[in-house]
Each structure stands twice: as C-alpha cells, then as structure tokens.
C-alpha cells in the first residue's frame, strides 16, 4: 500500500493542542501522512502542528455542520463521515487528538485489516478482560446504553442495540468507497440537524456520533473489530506505568494505542499515573529522577 494511499486525520480546537502535538510526537514517521482539522486554533498552535504533519485544514464551507450542538467541539463528530469527501485517499483513518500511540506498528496494521476487509470500518469494541465493567458491572452498562439510545432515536431502536458490543469511533480505518459512509453521515446529519436534544444536552452531543456509527456498523454488519489492545479506553480500564511503557495492572498487556477518554475529568488522574505521552527525552529524565531519589 503506497504512501499516496493512505491518509490519517485528527483534529483539534486549542484546548487539545498540546494532547495533539503528543499524538504527532508518538507517531513517528506516520506523522507526515497526517492531516489535522482546525477546529478553533490560534495562528501559532497551527504553526505548531503545521510543522510536525502533513497539513492543517480547515472545514470547507460547503461541509455541513451542527447548529447550536450543546458542545463547543461538535465539529470533531460532524466531520468525520465527511472525511471521503476532504480526501482522496483509498484508506482513510482516524485518531481522536487525545490518543497516542505506543506501538507504531499498529497502525499499519489498521490499513492492512482495512484493505483485507475492504468495506468494512476496522475499529475496537469497548471490551476487555481488564474493564472492570466487563466483568463486574456489564449489565449496568447495557442499561445505561439503552437509555442512551432511546433519547437518541426510540425504544425500538433501543432494544435492537440492547446487548449489542460498544464500537468505540475515536480510533477507526476504512476505505474511502466503504458503504458505510453515507449512512454514517445520514445519521449523523439526524442527530445534529434534528435532535433537538442533542443542541440542550451535553451528554448527548458528546455521544451521538458515536452512537450513529455503532447503530449503523451493527445494522449492516460491516466491521471488524480490532481488540481493546489498539483502541485502549482508558477510563474503562485503569493502566500502569512501569519503566518507560505502560501496561495494564494484571497481565501486563502494553496497549498498542492510548485513548486519554474523558480527559477534561480525568487529566490530574492521568498525570498522577504517568499515563500521558512521555518522549524518549521524557522518559530518561524521569528514569533517572526517580533512580536519584532512592
């Protein structure tokens, strides 16, 4: 698969500049394939970016986009089944600005599983062994789901989606011809065009593009789905930071991709923990504060 083939994209207001700037710093090499949406920078947070990527871009005019959705950051969501029509690319993936990346080779291998499943969206579900929701609290989490989707769409819809595994759309791939596509935008424009819940409540602004993925990947079964490992949920299931990686607390699995979820709640929780994205420089330092200190 050729360099031309293959595009990733992002974006950012300038609350996330700094989370996104890691992400750039923890892809290596893949950063020059990436493309960050401007989603309120300043000039030079955009310089910034400008210099560690492929581009920054701004929404086109002719883009769609929410009114009056009840977050500032609803750009992030709308965009994202537009994302055929910004690129050309055959395979097009996207990463949340507050995931980085530890394993770089992960990434090639979302294009390669969505060129060997060509159609279909590659992208985690929110399930793990090491969610402690998983295992202790799965039907509460179904329940509050089936809310979720009744004030979205209705209990019918509801119901169908009961049980139904949570398809995390913060980290996915596909080609640029997937089928997908459409319907994702279609509903997507139902619930930021016409929900008028979703313009009062935060809540359901946050999660209704997600929520439209999940619902439309789960109706036409066209997914694949990667293990929790490449999409780490990290307010799902807690992690550690041992040496220079991190890792889960039991098995000592090291998460391919680490997705700072819920970040404006949990940022001090994160930092206490050492779960940010450290640079190599970063993390010698620490390594040798720590050392000194014994």
């Known amino acids: 698969m050729g360099k031309n083939e293959r595009v990733i994209v992002t974006a950012s207001d300038e609350n996330y500049v700094w989370t996104c700037l890691n992400l750039l710093e923890s892809l290596g090499k893949w950063a020059r394939i990436v493309y960050v949406i401007d989603l309120g920078l300043t000039a030079e947070s955009r310089r910034a970016l400008e210099s560690r990527c492929a581009g920054v871009i701004d929404i086109p005019d002719d883009a769609w986009k929410s009114v009056d ?9 709308t965009i994202r089944p537009q994302l055929p029509q910004l690129f050309d690319h055959d395979y ?8 980085w990346v530890q394993d770089r080779a992960a990434v090639g ?38 809310d979720l989707h009744s004030q979205l769409w209705d209990k ?13 759309s913060g980290l996915f791939a596909a080609s640029r011809t997937s089928p997908v596509w459409q319907e994702f935008d279609e509903r997507v424009k139902e619930q930021y065009l016409g929900n008028p819940r979703v313009r009062e409540d935060t809540r ?27 999409n780490w949920v990290c307010h799902a299931g807690p992690l550690v930071r041992r040496g220079f990686f991190v890792e889960t607390p039991n098995l000592r699995r090291r998460p391919h991709i680490v997705h700072l979820t819920l970040l404006g709640a949990l940022e001090e929780t994160y930092r206490d923990n050492f779960l940010l994205y450290e640079s190599r420089r970063d993390r010698l330092a620490r390594f040798l504060r720590q050392r000194l200190r014994r």
Not at 69 to 77: E, K, P, S
Not at 92 to 99: K, L, P, R, S
Not at 156 to 168: C, I, P, Y
Request: proline share 1%; with cysteine.
């Open 69 to 77: 959705a009840a977050t500032t950051y609803a750009g992030a969501m």
């Open 92 to 99: 097009i993936m996207w990463i949340d600005a507050d995931c």
């Open 109 to 146: 291998v979302y294009f390669d599983m969505a060129r060997a499943n060509d159609g279909n969206f590659v992208l985690a579900a929110e399930l793990d062994a090491e969610y402690p929701h998983c295992v202790d609290a799965f039907d509460v989490r179904q329940e509050k789901l089936r």
């Open 156 to 168: 019918a819809v509801a119901e169908e989606l009961h049980g139904k595994a949570l398809l995390n």
């Open 204 to 230: 359901l602004a946050h999660m209704a593009e997600q929520q439209s993925l999940h619902r439309v990947l789960h109706e036409t079964q066209r997914f694949t789905v990667m293990t929790a490992d490449f």
